[in-house]
């Protein structure tokens, strides 16, 4: 299970550029990912304590390391506000004999999301302030995880990976300026699919994976009216707030996964379809629609024939 559990991590990954960019409001497109030269994040997954190889319920933990940087190509400091989300995550399932026929596990993660920055969040003028603005939040996420298609963990051929996660924002340490405007509690489903050979395609390996999450609470408005009751706001100026729509709640995303192990046997490609609310951080107000091209760090997991995955 700590191979099935490994293999699933979330893997690190470079974006080239722009992609195709088919955002547009009204008749205007966002203007961010028409300057991006790429998108980068790094994801470094550290083990920390565990309970293996016993028959009942084991559990580890790991501790990630998560940054995103995306630059763009203005001149002089053009990466501006990157993300950091450190966080832990601890892992349980069940190694007993009834456990291993059905091969499950669940997980508990503390996370923190911000940008680094401690400007105000609002321009003057009532926009958000996304040079400088600070962008600061923590959440509690737990998830249920299921191989489909495996019937125990010896029989490691065939199954698609699902995570059905529920995602809380407490509140605490959090920019007050967020309220009302980011999400509060969501859920999210997600699968990954067994790397597969198309016998047209010559050899590539490829991993499908999909993503799809709703807001429950919080999000209320598109642009928020300005909270009067921090000082920071006293001298920002009114704007016209607007309400969400039930779409702004709906973030989707979809991966195709490929390599060529006979050319490129440590490289990996990645296409990527992803419609919503831009997820990085002080940026979240913008709805983004596009298709991004680039590399990725293996996302075909560590199983090979000559591994046992139950391990």
């Known amino acids: 299970m700590k191979r099935i559990i490994n293999s699933n991590l979330e893997p690190s990954y470079l974006a080239f550029g722009n992609g195709l960019d088919f955002t547009q409001d009204g008749h205007k497109k966002w203007t961010i990912f028409n300057r991006a030269l790429y998108e980068g994040q790094i994801n470094l997954h550290l083990a920390g304590f565990e309970n293996l190889n016993h028959k009942g319920w084991d559990y580890m933990t790991k501790v990630t390391g998560k940054f995103i940087v995306r630059q763009t190509t203005e001149k002089s400091a053009p990466v501006k506000t990157p993300g950091y989300l450190p966080r832990v995550t601890f892992y349980l399932w069940n190694n007993s004999e009834k456990g291993e026929k059905k091969p499950n596990y669940w997980s508990f993660r503390i996370s923190h999301h911000s940008n680094g ?67 509060d509690l969501k859920v999210a489903l997600a699968f990954r699919t067994t790397p597969f050979k198309p016998w047209w395609l010559f050899k590539t390996q490829f991993k499908l994976y999909g993503r799809l999450s709703y807001v429950l609470n919080g999000l209320d408005y598109r642009v928020a009216p300005i909270d ?84």
């Open 117 to 183: 920055q401690a400007g105000d969040f609002y321009n003057p003028n009532g926009t958000i302030n996304t040079q400088t603005g600070n962008f600061s939040t923590n959440y509690l996420e737990l998830s249920s995880y299921n191989l489909l298609g495996l019937k125990e963990l010896s029989d490691w051929t065939r199954w698609t990976w699902t995570k059905l996660s529920l995602i809380w924002h407490p509140g605490f340490n959090r920019e007050k300026n967020l309220d009302g405007q980011y999400e």
């Open 228 to 311: 009067r009751s921090l000082p920071d706001n006293l001298d920002v100026v009114d704007v016209a707030p607007i309400k969400a729509k039930w779409y702004d709640r709906i973030h989707f995303e979809a991966k195709a996964l490929f390599n060529l192990p006979q050319y490129f046997k440590n490289i990996n490609f990645f296409v990527k379809y992803d419609v919503g609310h831009d997820y990085y951080n002080i940026l979240f107000r913008n709805r983004f629609h596009k298709i991004q091209f680039g590399l990725i760090g293996n996302p075909f997991g560590l199983w090979d024939s000559r591994q046992n995955p139950s391990k």
